[in-house]
C-alpha cells in the first residue's frame, strides 16, 4: 500500500500548477481519482453525502462533479488546486471537533493523503450529472419574469360577441366569448327574488327584508335600473362594511389573543377590525388601505384622528399568532418577521414568499435573498402586540410594546398636523450608549466563562491569552453592575421611544401596531432558516421577479413605506390582479384564479386571463382603486344575474362551472347564516358591537383565566365576535370559519354531520325558532296558520310557499300538535326545520 | 335595539307566490346513489399506502413530563449516584425500585404492578428526545409535528390519510383534552378540511349537540323528514348539485349519530367484571378507567383515531407522592385496556401509544421532585405491529440524554404513520403553495421495533 502511495505521488508531483477546467482533466487525473478517490468517496462519505439520499447532511453530495463544486450550506466543499481553502480537507483532518468529517471516526492517514494529493492536483473528477440540491439560487429571475401573474396586466380588444343586447358591460363581453368557444349557453336570468337575496347576502351579508323584496319585485322599471338602485342602497349601508371588513379579517389572519403556546388576549385588536370595518364603508381606496396597514405610522396626517386611525391600521403587522414561550430572542423576532413575510405577500400579492426562509423558492422564482431583503424592513420595525418572548409565567401585557393613541373620545378634535417623528438626538445616544455596554458585558461573560472552563479542566495555566490578573469576583461584579445600567437605560429609552412614537403614554387608549426600530438594519440570510447558521448580508429590498429596479430606501427607516408604496404601484399588476380576483371570488363564489392566495406557479391559471387584466385595469385605472365601485359594477354585469339552474348540455361541457355559465349554489359563510338566523327571529342588534368581549378576560393565559363568559346574551353581528384563538365561538367553527392564525382567502366548505347536528339539537338554534314563532304567533296581521306559514317563508327564504309546500307544513305542524306539543312548540319545530334545510343555508 | 324590521302585509307575503316554485318529492337518495351522483365523503374509508397491521391508535397523552427515571427506564447507575454531585449538580436516585417482569425480563417500576403483567407486550421507547424542555411547545409539537407554526394534529392526518370505518361516528375522538397548552389547535385540522379534525368528548358528557332537548325522537324524526323533504325539493329545483346531496347526506349520518353515540358511550352495557377491571368502582381510577374504557368502545366501533389524557405529571416536587397518585390512577386502567384488547383479539391491530411532552432529569429538585428534560426520555407503544418485551433506545447511564437508537418526535410520528401504513414523505396536503407533512422534512422509522 504504501509502496503505491509513493509511486501515485511520484507520477503527480511532476503535473505542477494546475488549471481547474473540467476539460483539461488528463487520464492520469481521472486514473487517481477512480483509483483512491471515488472507492474513498463511496465507502466513506456516500452514506450522507449523496444525491440519491432524500437528505443530504448539509446539502452536500459528493457522487458528482458539481456536487462538491457547488458545496453544500458552507459552500463549495473543495477549492481545486487550495488545500486550505477546501474545507472538504478541513473536515476530514478533523481539527475542529464541531466540522469533523467522518463524523463517528477518522479516515486513515494515506487516505487523507490521497485527498489532500487529490485537491492539490486540481481535484480532477471525470464525473458529471446534476447534483439534487438547492443550496446555491439556482434560480433565473429574467425567466422568472415571464409568468403571467409577474407581467404587468395588458388591456385587450374587447371581444365580438353574437348577442350584443346580453352585454351589459364589457365584463359580460369576455364571459360570453369564453362560453361561446366552448360552445356553452348562458342560463337564463336568476328571477328577482332570488336576486335581491344574493346580491344582499353579497353586498351586506343579512337577508333582504320583506319590503326590500317587496319594492324590487314590484318595480316596474327594468331589472337593471331597479338593480342598481338595490346595490346602491346596500353600498351606501354600514352593514357594507360589516360584510367585506369580515372577508378582509380573514385574509390577514385576524385574531384577538396570541394563540399557540401562550394564548394571552390582545384586548386592543378589535381597534383593528373597527378600522377594517369603517375603511371599507368609507371606501378608502385599497392602494391607501394597503399602505396604511403596512406603514400607517410612518404616514403625514392631517389630525390626531386621523393620525391614531393609520396607527391602528399597522395592528395589520402585529396581530399574527405567536410562540410567546420561544426562548431564543432572536428566533422569536424571526417567527414573528416570517408571519409578516407571509401575510403581506399572501394577502396582498398572493405570493408565497414565506416558502423562501429556508431555501429558494421550490416553484416561484423567489430566492432566499429576496426573503432576507423583505425580512431586514421588518427587521428594522418594532412589532407591537404588547406582549414579547419572556419565558414562563410573566408575560404581562406591556403598555410599552403597545401604541398610545393621540386623540381622546371625549377631547375636542385637534386639527394640528402631526408628523412622524424621528429619534431624538437623546435617544439614539442612549441606544448607543446600551450597544456599547452590551459589548463589554458580553466579552466580559465570555472571558470569564473560559477562564472557568480552564479552571474546571484544571490546567495549571489558566490560559495562554487571559493576562493574569484576571479577576473572576470582579468581572462578575462588574457584570453585573452593566446589566443594572442596561436596564435603567432601557426603560428610559422605552419611555422616550414610546412618546415620540404615541405621543400620551398615560392614557388606556391603546392599540396594536408597528413603529421603526431604533436600529435599522439588514438581515442576514439564515441558511436553512436556522437562526443561528448565518449567511450573506442581504440589502433591504423587494422580490426581484417583481422589480427591474429597487425601490430606494432611506437608511434611516426601515423602508416599510417604500416597499407598502412599491406595493400598489402598476409596474406590476399583482396588487390588483389580486384584489380584483379575490371580490369576484366572493360575488362568484369562485375566483377567475381558483387559488386566490396563490397566484404563483403551484396556484392555479386564471380561467379568463384577459378579463382579470381588464378589470385589474379598470380597478387601478377609472375606478381609482374603489372597492365599491368594483363591487358595483360586476354586480351591474349580466353574469352576474344568471340563475343557478343545471343544464345537462352544459354540465356534460363544463361540470365544475369554470366558465360561469351559472350562478353558484353558495352556502352562506357562519357569520351569515348566524346572523340571518337572528335576524329572522328579530333578535338582531344591527347597531355595531362596541370594543370587544376580549377586553373583559382577566389578564393572563385564555383558558387559564376562566375563559370567555358565555356569548348568549350577545346579540351583535357576527363580525363583532370575540375572536380568541382555540376559542373561537361555536357557530362559527362548526360552519368552517377561517383559522385564525392563517392567511385565508377561500374558507373551506365542508358539509359534515357536526353541522347538522348543530342545527338539529343546539339550544341557540332552538332559541332563535322559539323566538321566530313567538314574533309570528303574535303578529295580529297575519290572520291564520297559511299566513304565518308565508310569513315564516318570505322571512328565512325570500319568497313564499307554493300551494304543496304549504300543505306539507300545515300537516307537520297539526300532527305535531296532535302529538300533544303545544302550537307554539309545533310552530317552532316547523321554524326550525326552515333554519336547517338547504335552502336557508344556501344563495341560489 | 334596532332590530330587522318586520313589517310585512299580508298581500306581500301573499302575492309572491308567482316567485314559488312546485314541489315534488324525489324519492329517498341513498349514500350510494349520492356518491355516484358526484357527491364525495371526505371521511370514507381510504386504502394506506401499504400494508400494515395497525388499523387504528389509541393515544395515551400523560400531561407535564412524566419522570422516566421513575417508570420505565431503569438506571442502576443513579441509584448508586443518589445524593452525590455530578458535573456540579446534585442527583437524585430513582424513588422507587425496578424488577423485571414477563418472559422478557423487561425492567418496571414498581408503581406500575398491573401494566407489568404485560411487560410481554410493552414496546418501551428510551431513546426519546424532543426539541423545547418547555411545556406548552414540547405537547404541541408532540401532537402537531411543529412547535413553531400552527399544523394539523398527528389524528387529524391520520383520519385524512386514512378516512373512517364507521361513518355513523366521528374519524377522531378526544377525550378530556386540555384546554391550554395549544388547546384545541392540538386535535384540530388546521389548514386541512375541518371534517378532520378531533370532536372532543368530556367524561360524564356525551358529544355536543347529540341529544334534542325537546323533541321526542319519534317527533325530531317527522322534523329530519320535513328537512329531507324541502332539500329534495331544492335538490330538484336546483338540478344536479353535489352539496345539496351532501347536505342531504349530512343528515342522514347525523340522525344515526344520534342512535350511534350514546350507545357507544354508553358504559352500563359493559358488564360489572369489566367495570371492576378498568377500575370504575374505584374513586382513584374512575376518571381514567373510564377513558379507557370510552376509548375501547370507540375503537372497537371503528373510530381510527381515541386520544385519551391524563394530566399533572410534571413533579418538580413529589415524585414520592404525587407520582405514585398519577400511577395508581392510570396503571389499572391501562393494564385493563390491553387485556381487554386482547382478549377481544384487537390489540393485534390496535395501536397503543403512551407518553407525556418531555421526560425529567436525574437531576433532583426541592427533595423529590425533577427538572424538565428534553434530552433524553422515555414512552411506550404497544399493540399495533409493534415488538412487545423490548426496550428500544437508551438513555446515559444517569438517564439524562438520549444516546443509543434516539427517537426525535418527528421520528416517533413517522413511526406512528408508518404503523398504520402510511409513509410519512408521501401523506402530503397542498397548502400555501407548497406540500405539507406532519414530519416536515424530519423524520424516521424506527424500523427495528416493527414486529
Not at chain 1, 684 to 693: C, E, M, R, V, Y
Not at chain 1, 817 to 828: D, I, P, R, Y
Not at chain 2, 371 to 386: A, D, E, K, P, T
Request: glycine share 8%; with cysteine.
Amino acid at each position: 500500500m504504501k509502496n503505491l502511495f509513493l509511486f501515485i505521488t511520484f507520477i503527480f508531483a511532476g503535473l505542477g500548477a494546475y488549471d481547474a477546467k473540467a476539460e483539461e482533466l488528463t487520464t492520469e487525473g481521472i486514473a487517481f481519482f477512480e483509483k483512491s478517490i471515488r472507492p474513498l468517496f463511496s465507502k466513506h462519505c456516500y452514506k450522507c453525502h449523496s444525491s440519491s439520499k432524500s437528505e443530504n447532511k448539509g446539502g452536500l453530495v459528493l457522487d458528482s462533479q458539481s456536487g462538491w463544486m457547488d458545496g453544500g450550506d458552507s459552500g463549495p466543499a473543495v477549492i481545486p488546486g487550495k488545500i486550505t481553502e477546501s474545507i472538504l480537507i478541513e473536515a476530514i483532518e478533523q481539527k475542529d471537533s464541531d466540522f469533523a468529517m467522518p463524523p463517528k471516526y477518522k479516515l486513515s492517514p494515506s487516505e487523507i493523503d490521497n485527498l489532500k494529493k487529490w485537491v492539490r492536483i486540481g481535484a480532477p473528477d471525470p464525473r458529471d450529472g446534476t447534483p439534487v440540491k438547492a443550496a446555491t439560487s439556482t434560480i433565473n429571475i429574467a425567466e422568472g419574469r415571464k409568468f403571467w401573474s409577474f407581467k404587468p396586466a395588458e388591456s385587450s380588444t374587447l371581444p365580438d360577441v353574437k348577442d350584443e343586447d346580453w352585454v351589459n358591460d364589457p365584463i359580460d363581453r369576455y364571459i360570453l366569448d369564453k362560453q361561446a368557444s366552448k360552445k356553452l349557453i348562458p342560463a337564463a336570468d336568476a328571477d328577482r327574488a332570488t336576486l335581491i337575496r344574493r346580491v344582499s347576502y353579497d353586498v351586506v351579508g343579512l337577508p333582504p327584508t320583506p319590503e326590500e323584496i317587496r319594492d324590487f319585485v314590484n318595480d316596474p322599471a327594468t331589472v337593471q335600473v331597479a338593480l342598481k338602485k338595490v346595490v346602491n342602497g346596500l353600498l351606501d349601508s354600514k352593514h357594507f362594511g360589516e360584510r367585506w371588513g369580515r372577508h378582509w379579517l380573514d385574509i390577514v389572519r385576524y385574531g384577538e389573543s396570541v394563540g399557540r403556546t401562550r394564548n394571552y388576549p390582545f384586548p386592543f385588536a378589535w381597534k383593528y377590525r373597527d378600522y377594517v370595518i369603517d375603511s371599507f364603508n368609507n371606501d378608502k381606496p385599497y392602494n391607501q388601505f394597503v399602505i396604511e396597514q403596512l406603514a400607517g405610522d410612518l404616514l403625514e396626517s392631517k389630525d390626531n384622528r386621523q393620525s391614531d386611525e393609520q396607527h391602528i391600521a399597522t395592528g395589520f403587522l402585529a396581530m399574527g399568532s405567536m410562540d410567546l414561550n420561544e426562548r431564543d430572542k432572536e428566533k422569536f423576532q424571526l417567527d414573528v418577521i416570517d408571519d409578516q413575510i407571509d401575510v403581506t405577500g399572501r394577502a396582498f400579492m398572493a405570493l408565497t414568499t414565506g416558502c423562501a426562509r429556508c431555501h429558494d423558492h421550490k416553484f416561484d422564482p423567489i430566492p432566499t435573498t429576496d426573503y432576507y431583503a423583505m425580512a431586514g424592513i421588518f427587521k428594522s420595525t418594532d412589532t407591537l402586540s404588547g406582549y414579547g418572548n419572556r419565558q414562563g409565567g410573566g408575560n404581562k401585557l406591556n403598555r410599552n410594546t403597545l401604541i398610545s393613541l393621540r386623540d381622546k373620545q371625549d377631547a375636542p378634535e385637534s386639527s394640528k398636523p402631526v408628523k412622524p417623528s424621528k429619534p431624538s438626538a437623546r435617544e439614539v445616544k442612549l441606544h448607543d450608549q446600551v450597544a456599547k455596554l452590551k459589548k463589554e458585558a458580553r466579552s466580559l461573560t465570555d472571558r470569564l466563562q473560559n477562564f472557568r472552563k480552564a479552571a474546571n479542566s484544571k490546567q495549571k495555566k489558566v490560559s495562554a491569552n487571559e493576562p493574569k490578573k484576571f479577576n473572576p469576583q470582579q468581572t462578575q461584579q462588574r457584570i453585573k453592575q452593566i446589566r443594572n445600567q442596561v436596564k435603567r437605560l432601557e426603560k428610559q429609552l422605552g419611555n422616550l421611544t414610546n412618546e415620540r412614537s404615541n405621543g400620551v403614554t398615560n392614557s388606556g387608549n391603546l392599540a396594536m401596531g408597528a413603529r421603526d426600530a431604533q436600529n435599522i438594519s439588514n438581515c442576514k440570510v439564515r441558511i436553512r432558516g436556522d437562526v443561528d447558521n448565518r449567511g450573506a448580508e442581504v440589502p433591504r429590498g423587494v422580490p426581484q421577479v417583481l422589480t427591474s429596479k429597487q425601490p430606494k430606501l432611506p437608511p434611516k427607516s426601515s423602508g416599510r413605506l417604500e416597499f407598502a408604496k412599491w406595493i400598489t404601484e402598476p409596474s406590476h399588476s399583482l396588487t390588483s390582479r389580486v384584489m380584483v380576483n379575490r371580490v369576484w371570488h366572493h360575488l362568484f363564489g369562485k375566483g377567475i384564479v381558483r387559488t386566490v392566495d396563490n397566484f404563483g406557479h403551484s396556484g392555479e391559471r386564471p380561467s379568463h386571463p384577459k378579463l382579470l387584466d381588464h378589470l385589474a385595469l379598470r380597478f387601478t385605472g377609472e375606478m381609482n382603486w374603489s372597492i365599491k365601485d368594483l363591487i358595483r359594477t360586476i354586480v351591474m354585469s349580466h353574469s352576474y344575474r344568471l340563475a343557478s339552474q343545471h343544464s345537462e348540455n352544459n354540465y356534460a361541457i363544463d361540470p365544475d362551472n369554470e366558465f360561469f355559465w351559472r350562478a353558484n349554489v353558495r352556502r352562506l359563510e357562519a357569520e351569515a347564516l348566524r346572523d340571518a338566523m337572528m335576524s329572522v327571529a328579530g333578535t338582531l342588534n344591527l347597531d355595531p358591537a362596541k370594543g370587544s368581549l376580549v377586553q373583559k378576560l382577566k389578564a393572563g393565559e385564555v383558558g387559564k383565566n376562566g375563559g370567555l363568559q358565555s356569548l348568549k346574551s350577545f346579540t351583535h353581528r357576527s363580525v363583532y365576535l370575540p375572536i380568541v384563538r382555540n376559542y373561537v365561538p361555536e357557530f362559527l367553527q362548526i360552519f368552517d370559519f377561517a383559522e385564525s392564525s392563517s392567511v385565508i382567502g377561500r374558507r373551506d366548505i365542508t358539509t359534515v354531520s357536526t353541522q347538522a347536528l348543530f342545527l338539529l339539537n343546539d339550544r341557540f338554534v332552538i332559541e332563535q325558532s322559539n323566538a321566530t314563532a313567538k314574533r309570528l304567533l303574535s303578529d295580529e296581521r297575519l290572520e291564520n296558520q297559511e299566513e304565518r306559514i308565508a310569513g315564516a317563508y318570505l322571512l328565512a327564504f325570500g319568497r313564499t310557499p307554493s300551494g304543496a309546500e304549504l300543505s306539507q307544513f300545515r300537516k307537520y305542524i297539526d300532527e305535531a300538535k296532535k302529538n300533544g306539543q303545544a302550537a307554539e312548540v309545533a310552530f317552532s319545530g316547523f321554524i326550525q326545520a326552515l333554519f336547517a334545510s338547504a335552502e336557508f343555508r344556501y344563495a341560489l | 335595539m334596532k332590530n330587522h324590521p318586520t313589517n310585512f302585509t299580508r298581500r306581500d307575503a301573499l302575492s309572491m307566490t308567482s316567485c314559488g316554485f312546485g314541489y315534488l318529492a324525489l324519492k329517498g337518495l341513498l349514500s350510494s346513489d349520492l356518491q355516484a351522483a358526484g357527491f364525495s365523503n371526505p371521511l370514507s374509508e381510504k386504502s394506506s399506502h401499504f400494508q400494515s397491521k395497525a388499523k387504528r391508535v389509541i393515544f395515551m397523552f400523560m400531561q407535564g413530563g412524566p419522570s422516566h427515571l421513575e417508570t420505565f427506564d431503569h438506571k442502576p447507575e443513579l441509584e448508586k449516584s443518589g445524593g452525590k454531585k455530578v458535573s456540579g449538580k446534585a442527583m437524585l436516585a430513582p424513588i422507587y425500585k425496578f424488577n423485571p417482569h414477563g418472559k422478557s425480563g423487561l425492567m418496571i417500576s414498581e408503581i406500575y404492578p398491573h401494566l407489568a403483567k404485560h411487560a410481554d407486550e410493552l414496546c418501551l421507547l428510551n431513546g426519546m428526545h424532543t426539541t423545547s424542555p418547555a411545556h406548552p411547545q414540547a405537547a404541541i409539537a408532540l401532537h402537531t409535528g411543529s412547535q413553531n407554526f400552527v399544523r394539523p394534529s398527528m389524528g387529524a392526518w391520520i383520519t385524512y390519510g386514512l378516512g373512517t370505518v364507521n361513518q355513523n361516528l366521528p374519524g377522531f375522538v378526544t377525550i378530556n383534552p386540555l384546554g391550554r397548552l395549544g388547546g384545541a389547535q392540538n386535535y384540530g385540522s388546521a389548514f386541512l378540511p375541518a371534517s378532520y379534525q378531533g370532536t372532543k368528548i368530556n367524561v360524564g358528557n356525551s358529544m355536543a349537540n347529540i341529544k334534542n332537548e325537546n323533541l321526542s325522537d319519534p317527533d325530531q324524526r317527522r322534523q329530519i323528514d320535513l328537512v329531507q323533504s324541502m332539500n329534495r325539493g331544492m335538490l330538484e329545483r336546483v338540478g344536479k348539485n353535489s352539496e345539496i346531496e351532501g347536505v342531504i347526506q349530512s343528515y342522514e349520518l347525523a340522525y344515526r349519530m344520534q342512535s350511534a353515540v350514546p350507545t357507544v358511550m354508553n358504559l352500563k352495557k359493559e358488564n360489572q367484571k369489566t367495570r371492576e377491571m378498568y377500575g370504575l368502582e374505584n374513586k382513584e381510577t374512575n376518571n381514567f378507567g373510564t377513558q379507557c374504557l370510552m376509548a375501547r368502545r370507540l375503537a372497537e366501533s371503528g373510530v381510527r383515531y381515541i386520544q385519551i389524557t391524563h394530566n399533572g405529571w410534571d413533579q418538580h416536587n413529589g415524585l414520592s407522592t404525587k407520582l405514585k397518585k398519577n400511577a395508581v390512577a392510570t396503571d389499572q386502567p391501562i393494564a385493563a385496556l390491553i387485556t381487554d384488547l386482547k382478549d377481544r383479539g384487537m390489540l393485534k391491530d390496535t395501536l397503543l401509544v403512551w407518553g407525556g411532552e418531555f421526560g425529567r432529569t436525574p437531576e433532583g429538585q426541592n427533595k423529590d421532585g425533577r427538572r424538565h428534560n428534553n434530552r433524553g426520555y422515555s414512552m411506550w407503544m404497544s399493540g399495533g405491529g409493534v415488538k412487545g418485551g423490548i426496550r428500544y433506545g437508551a438513555t446515559d447511564p444517569l438517564g439524562d440524554t438520549a444516546v443509543n437508537d434516539k427517537m426525535h418526535t418527528h421520528d416517533l410520528h413517522a413511526t406512528i404513520l408508518h404503523l398504520m401504513g402510511l409513509d410519512h414523505t408521501k401523506l402530503t396536503y397542498r397548502y400555501a403553495g407548497r406540500d405539507f407533512r406532519l414530519t416536515d422534512v424530519y423524520g424516521e422509522v424506527a424500523q427495528k421495533i416493527i414486529a
